[in-house]
């Protein structure tokens, strides 16, 4: 398969979906005759696609639920294996935003983790530095001044 097919795959796929052309057929009969090697330099452009197409819809529209089903099938069928590893934060999102939701989950007794094992979480989970969530955990005056991003 060439570049040009795997453009139009993809043009098609987003297209007769948005126009409610599309079953899950559209989508399935097609990828089960693909190689190997067509598949793995698909998934990432389809997953993103399938992502950035739901982040501009409504969550209960039908082409939501489209999108939302071919993401489905590339995850469990074991094509696609999502990093979850680390989450990246835009330049807007600050490392107190984030500590700050997590104490005040501690606060409300939603999770119940001394500061250490908060500040392992959050640095495992965010690009931020273990030392410097524990210090604003330990420390919970330095964020009184930090929007809160939970409203």
């Known amino acids: 398969m060439n570049s040009k097919e795997k453009s139009h795959f993809l043009i098609k796929l987003r297209f007769d979906i948005n126009k409610h052309n599309y079953t899950f057929e559209n989508f399935i009969q097609p990828w089960n005759t ?33 999108y939302q089903n071919i993401l489905k099938y590339l995850i469990d069928s074991g094509e696609y294996k999502p990093d979850i590893r680390k989450f990246t934060m835009t330049n807007a999102v600050k490392a107190k935003e984030i500590v700050k939701i997590f104490m005040r989950l501690n606060k409300s007794n939603f999770i119940r983790n001394t500061n250490e094992e908060i500040a392992m979480l959050i640095s495992t989970m965010f690009e931020i530095e273990y030392k410097l969530a524990y210090n604003y955990l330990k420390n919970p005056g330095k964020t009184d001044n930090t929007k809160d991003l939970l409203g």
């Open 34 to 66: 693909f190689e190997k090697e067509d598949i793995n330099s698909l998934i990432l452009p389809i997953v993103e696609m399938c992502q950035e197409e739901m982040a501009s819809m409504t969550k209960y529209s039908t082409q939501y639920f489209e």
